[in-house]
T-cell receptor, first 115, second 117 residues
Framework: DAKTTQPPSMDCAEGRAANLPCNHS???????VYWYRQIHSQGPQYIIH???NNETNEMASLIITEDRKSSTLILPHATLRDTAVYYC????????????????FGTGTQLKVEL | GAVVSQHPSWVICKSGTSVKIECRSL??????MFWYRQFPKQSLMLMAT?????????EQGVEKDKFLINHASLTLSTLTVTSAHPEDSSFYIC?????????????FGPGTRLTVL
């Protein structure tokens, strides 16, 4: 799976949009971009994933550049409860591998949402 | 979404004892379960992958005789830390994935905090 690079930490004011970048310049054509987050002392939580089109769900939006070498996770209105470590992971679609391929977690971005 | 539970949520034990951690998929059948370990201020590290009814596959550097994994049913996997020592103190997290007709994504449990005195 391709390696990702994320800033170690970011701050965001409550109510504002949080934009978390991720670089994945070695991504392959069949690899998806996944985002998970981990609130302190909890298990990771799936947020969103995409291949090349922008994606949106109830939690966030995912913007993937046209060359797919980078992406941005957007939390449109960050709250204090969004304070967490956000992990960007690139992996082959588990539907193609029967879901058996690993999730490799990097160091992620510690997002701190403040009043 | 799919729900995965872990029990216990935290445990304190004496050095040399064994500790069992359970991971259950509550609303789906998990053909594959994964066990991770996370030390303070570090990322999750995959320890092993287990498929129902077969032996677990351990990552390099993880002692299979120390970390016993049993995945005897489609909803339950257990991790037993044998002869635990203080360096085994960590946050242990499981995830589960459903098989055909189920989920292809991994859903994570809430984690188990192990402290070995």
């Amino acid at each position: 799976d391709a390696k990702t690079t994320q800033p170690p930490s970011m701050d965001c004011a409550e109510g504002r949009a949080a934009n978390l970048p991720c670089n994945h310049s070695t991504i392959s054509g069949n690899e998806y971009v996944y985002w998970y987050r981990q609130i302190h002392s909890q298990g990771p939580q799936y947020i969103i994933h995409g291949l090349k089109n922008n994606e949106t769900n109830e939690m966030a939006s995912l913007i993937i550049t046209e060359d797919r070498k980078s992406s941005t996770l957007i939390l449109p209105h960050a709250t204090l409860r969004d304070t967490a470590v956000y992990y960007c992971i690139v992996r082959v679609d588990p539907a193609l591998t029967g879901g058996g391929n690993k999730l490799t977690f990097g160091t992620g971005t510690q997002l701190k949402v403040e009043l | 979404g799919a729900v995965v539970s872990q029990h216990p949520s935290w445990v304190i034990c004496k050095s040399g004892t064994s500790v069992k951690i359970e991971c259950r998929s509550l609303d789906f059948q998990a053909t594959t379960m994964f066990w991770y370990r996370q030390f303070p201020k570090q990322s999750l590290m995959l320890m092993a992958t287990s498929n129902e009814g077969s032996k677990a596959t351990y990552e390099q550097g993880v002692e299979k005789d120390k970390f016993l994994i049993n995945h005897a049913s489609l909803t339950l996997s257990t991790l037993t830390v044998t002869s635990a020592h203080p360096e085994d103190s960590s946050f242990y997290i499981c995830s589960a994935r459903g098989g055909a007709g189920g989920y292809n994504e991994q859903f994570f449990g809430p984690g188990t905090r192990l402290t070995v005195l």
